[in-house]
């Protein structure tokens, strides 16, 4: 049982940053591989970026590599992604999720727990 809890979303104009936080409420967050998804209306939920569960390993899709930075603070519990050089594509809901096998996987069906998701949008 995991609950995850996102924030840090809001309007941003073209060219700015924003930094997301995913709270968690579970003990054992810091044995959880992490990632961040994001929708679009009207387009399926795409992968962002993921996080193995001690920080070692990162994986960015190509169209936020480079911008977008993933991090993790177990003794806080929480998940980070920092979004610098926002462009109006990446308007979107953004979740964060959980896998409690640890593994790092781009595949929504790898992961357990979701988020509720915080809105994004970069206007240009």
């Known amino acids: 049982q995991v609950q995850l809890v996102e924030s840090g979303g809001g309007l941003v104009q073209a060219g700015g940053s924003l930094r997301l936080s995913c709270a968690a409420s579970?003990?054992?967050?810091?044995?959880?591989?992490m990632g961040w998804f994001r929708q679009a209306p009207g387009k399926e939920r795409e992968f962002v970026a993921a996080?193995?569960?001690?920080?070692?390993?990162?994986y960015y899709a190509d169209s936020v590599k480079g911008r977008f930075t993933i991090s993790r603070d177990n003794a806080e519990n929480t998940v980070y992604l920092q979004m610098n050089s926002l462009k109006p594509e990446d308007t979107a809901v953004y979740y964060c999720?959980?896998?409690?096998?640890?593994?790092?996987?781009?595949?929504?069906?790898?992961?357990?727990?979701w988020g509720q998701g915080t809105q994004v949008t970069v206007s240009s």
């Open positions: 999720a959980a896998d409690v096998s640890r593994a790092l996987s781009t595949l929504i069906r790898g992961y357990d727990y």
């Open positions: 579970g003990r054992t967050f810091s044995r959880y591989a």
């Open positions: 996080i193995s569960w001690s920080g070692g390993s990162t």
